[in-house]
């Protein structure tokens, strides 16, 4: 069971260079995640899609993009890559449907990225 | 006041001893709680969600008191295998959407010899 599956694990990007974070999640949840990970600041959501065709800014959405391409798969844009963008990234999804208060996120393995 | 506080800590306490975290939330509205529990370098994984009238999941209790707006977990019998980071994490309901989950920082646990 793959659960929420990240690619890459690790990239490197120079400053202004774009790259697209992929996930994809084989649980048939509706709603699906991303968040960013910084020391000292903890998880901080970066954008959201509570079901298949709606997005939604979270926290921190300035400097990324998102496609919810289908109801499985979550992408994540950096059009221009910065070094504030230094980060770990993870993607989550979790049920979102009835008692959709109650479900909890299931999270990818994380994609650690530095912009030099 | 900080959504979801809680003590980074580092908890440093022996083998077989027994340990309790607080997580403090400011939102009165909150609909439900969770503790995950992160290794380092590691994804989230969920440890236990917190219900209203207290869980219990073999060495791990959690508590929810709403008057106060606080969560607990106490783990009994410490294992080395515990040490980890504890993340308390919110449920907040804005109207009719998906609402939003809030992290708190976590709580840093090592478990010694």
């Known amino acids: 069971n793959a659960g929420v599956t990240q690619t890459p694990k690790f990239q490197v990007l120079k400053t202004g260079q774009s790259m697209t974070l992929q996930c994809a999640q084989d649980?048939?949840?509706?709603?699906m995640y991303w968040y960013r990970q910084d020391p000292g600041m903890g998880l901080r959501l970066i954008y959201y899609?509570?079901?298949?065709?709606?997005?939604d800014k979270g926290e921190v959405p300035n400097g990324y993009n998102v496609s919810r391409l289908n109801k499985r798969e979550f992408s994540l844009r950096l059009e221009s890559a910065a070094p504030s963008q230094t980060s770990v990234y993870f993607c989550?999804?979790?049920?979102?449907?009835?008692?959709?208060?109650?479900?909890?996120?299931?999270f990818g393995n994380g994609t650690r990225l530095t912009v030099t | 006041r900080k959504e979801v506080e809680q003590d980074p800590g580092p908890f440093n306490v022996p083998e077989g001893a027994t340990v309790a975290f607080n997580c403090t939330y400011s939102?009165?509205?909150?609909?439900?709680f969770f503790w995950y529990r992160q290794d380092c370098r590691k994804e989230p994984k969920l440890l236990m969600s917190?219900?209203?009238s207290g869980n219990e999941d073999g060495r791990f209790t959690a508590q929810l008191n709403r008057a106060s707006q606080y969560i607990s977990l106490l783990i009994r019998d410490s294992k080395l295998s515990d040490s980890a980071t504890y993340l308390c994490?919110?449920?907040?309901?804005?109207?009719?959407?998906?609402?939003?989950?809030?992290f708190g920082k976590g709580t840093k646990l090592s478990v010694k010899p």
């Open positions: 989550a999804s979790r049920s979102g449907t009835g008692g959709a208060y109650n479900s909890p996120l299931h």
């Open positions: 649980m048939n949840h509706n709603s």
């Open positions: 899609s509570a079901s298949e065709g709606t997005t």
């Open positions: 939102n009165s509205a909150s609909q439900s």
């Open positions: 917190v219900y209203s």
């Open positions: 994490v919110v449920n907040l309901n804005y109207g009719g959407s998906q609402g939003n989950l809030i």
